[in-house]
Structure formats: C-alpha cells, structure tokens
C-alpha cells in the first residue's frame, strides 16, 4: 500500500506530542490523529503498529526528550547547583510538555527492552550528578527516587491546580530542594 506523501513516522509523532500537550495523553488516538492529518485512520497503520505502537513512540520520545532537557539544564553544573536545575529543569520540562511527560509513566507497565533503557538512561544521568556527595549505591538510588518523587509531585500538583494561591510557585520548587538537599547533607 503506498504511503501518502509528507506523511510519516516523525510527522505522526509530532501530531501525537501537540495533541497529547494541549489536550491530554489518553485523547492521542489513532481516530484523533487521522483528523488532525486529514487521513483515514487505517492510514496511520502504514507507519505505526496502530495505538500500542503510537503510545510506545510517545513513551520513548517523552523520555529521550525528559533526559536531553535534563542534561542540557545540568551541563557544566555539580553538587547543589546541578541538583537545583535537575529539579528545576524536570518540573519545566512537565510545564512545556504535560501530555508528553504523562506518556512517559507508562515506561515501567511496558514489557519493552527499548523504554527500559531509555528509563535506566535517565537514572543513570541523576547518578552520575549525586556522584559530587559520594554516597553508597542503595543510598544514591534512594536519593534518586527521592527528587523524582519531588520533581513529579510538585509537576503533578502543579498541572492539576494544586497551588492556587498567590506565591510565586517557582520559589516553592527552590525552597523544597533546598529542604531536600539540606536534609540529605545532614543525614550523611
């Protein structure tokens, strides 16, 4: 079946990502899609293994995406600074991109070699910027899922209208790491 021109993979995917961020993630479907393309839905099947294979490119690109944001925030940076922007780039990178950080928590659900790694690469970049305080191995994953926790409950609170009064929410985020970094310098 011939694929119709100006119609591929990349293009789809960036249709996928508007409409997952203006939208919402469960509204990417393949009917959504199409019309957004001006296509039959079958159409998309040329390109993509249907929804399954649309949500797993959502997934793997909001994580490559979610890792190239944190190391660009993080270049040059080490100890309290680099993980001031870890969390402040993760919370920025939910802000521009919602739709898309929200397909990325389907990564530990999928049974994909692919989107495990691309999920154990983003472990290992927050790794290697708590290697500045030496901790144990057990205590630096700790530590990790830690600010995960942080940078996602505050995003997570944040898009759903949970800071709805008048302070500045930005402040917020730096006060919180601050605590965090803080008490895990004193805990050591």
Known sequence: ??????????????????????????QVTLGAIALRLNIKTPSLYNHIDGLPGLRRLLCLHGLEQLRVSLIQETLGKSGDEALFALGIAYVGFVRRHPGLYEATMVANTLPDQEIKAAGEEIVRLLLLILSAYKLEEAEALHTVRGLRSIAHGFATLEAKGGFAMQLDRDESLRHLLQTYVTGMRHSH
């Not at 119609?7 to 789809?12: C, G, Q, R, S, Y």
């Open 1 to 26: 079946m011939a694929k119709r021109p100006g119609i591929d993979k990349a293009v789809i995917l960036q249709n996928a990502v508007e409409l997952a961020d203006t939208e919402g993630f469960e």
